[in-house]
């Protein structure tokens, strides 16, 4: 077991902002699993987010790490959620090797009106609609999209079923967000995010035993269908169900304890930690390239007293440019 004096970055505690890749051999299974603060904190409290807003993007935030940090090239996976519930859009993205960007839009009404109706867990604030994955490799390649559907499920379940119906992998998700308040070095009292999650795969050298239920047949499907699980994903998930959400998001528990925790008498190997980064992708001379595709009427209507303002979405970062970097002007008759 690894000793509790030990600190974040030291052989056995990568710490918050490190993903842990991991394989338990008598389950058959691999994994990857992350406890995210100052990455999360740092893009959550840009917006101001209200909490239950926070919360569900700290776990889409979790999810895409998880999932982006396995790459095995040099491109983009998007993660992104388009519903009718009070938050109505969240995407979060992960370039590799190790950059992270979000952000959420909802409906302020429509939030208010949830939570004073006790309906504010994610599920009931995601609503109806879609889940989709977008992986890009970069130029002179074609983007791969899987898309699944929300309709009342967490994005736990809903990222389960994506991997069941794209990548026939059956797979356990466990994602959970934590607001944590404690004092700074002065003794002011500081409020701070943090998230955290678990993927679990099953990839038995046997591929016959990966069977799983059939995805519902669509109207009309009783849902009699037979099935028989595999008993060692079934220890697999009862384990990986077991991990609370207090454990996932602790900054003192560390990944590998949690781990150790969960698989041991199995037999739980990690390897080397992966980290991450708060990292946007715009800069002035991508957006310069934008705002060059516009059309002249286009650029004149988005001139503000005599400049032209672009703000990130992601990292709020504004840009401002002269018109005149995009208007020629006319010579006159």
């Known amino acids: 077991m690894t000793p509790d004096t030990l600190h974040a970055g030291e052989p056995g505690f990568a710490g918050d902002d490190h993903v842990v890749p991991f394989q338990v051999e008598g389950l058959d299974i691999r994994g990857r699993a992350v406890t995210l603060g100052p990455l999360t904190d740092a893009i959550l409290s840009r917006h101001q987010y209200p909490g239950p807003v926070a919360r569900l993007l700290s776990e889409t935030i979790a999810l895409t790490v998880l999932l982006g940090t396995s790459l095995k090239f040099e491109g983009k996976l998007t993660v992104q959620t388009q519903s009718d519930g009070p938050v109505n859009f969240l995407v979060a993205d992960f370039a590799a090797p190790d950059g992270v960007r979000a952000y959420a839009r909802y409906d302020d009404e429509a939030l208010e009106q949830a939570v004073k109706a006790g309906k504010a867990e994610p599920h009931e604030l995601l609503g109806k609609g879609i889940l989709a994955f977008t992986i890009d490799q970069g130029p002179n390649t074609h983007r791969y999209q899987g898309i699944v559907q929300l309709d009342g499920e967490t994005l736990e379940e809903a990222a389960a079923a994506y991997f069941r119906q794209s990548e026939q992998i059956p797979t356990r998700v466990r994602l959970a967000s934590a607001e944590l308040f404690d004092r700074d070095e002065n003794g002011k009292l500081r409020h701070t995010y943090r998230a955290g999650g678990l993927v679990v795969q099953f990839l038995p050298e046997a591929p016959d035993r990966m069977r799983h239920r059939d995805l519902h047949g669509g109207d009309g499907d009783d849902g009699s269908h037979s099935f028989e699980e595999d008993d ?65 009427d286009e650029i004149v209507s988005t001139i503000e007293d005599g400049e032209i303002r672009v703000t990130c979405e992601f990292c709020s970062t504004q840009y401002r440019f002269a018109p005149s970097e995009f208007i020629v002007p006319t010579e006159p008759n």
């Open 232 to 296: 060692t994903w079934a220890e697999a998930q009862m384990l990986a169900s077991t991990a609370e959400a207090e454990e996932l998001t602790d900054p003192n528990l560390g990944v590998e304890r949690l781990l150790f925790r969960l698989f041991h008498e199995r037999g739980v190997r990690v390897y080397d930690a992966q980290p991450v980064h708060d990292r946007c992708s715009c800069s002035e001379d991508r957006i310069r390239g934008v705002i060059s595709g516009f059309s002249a």
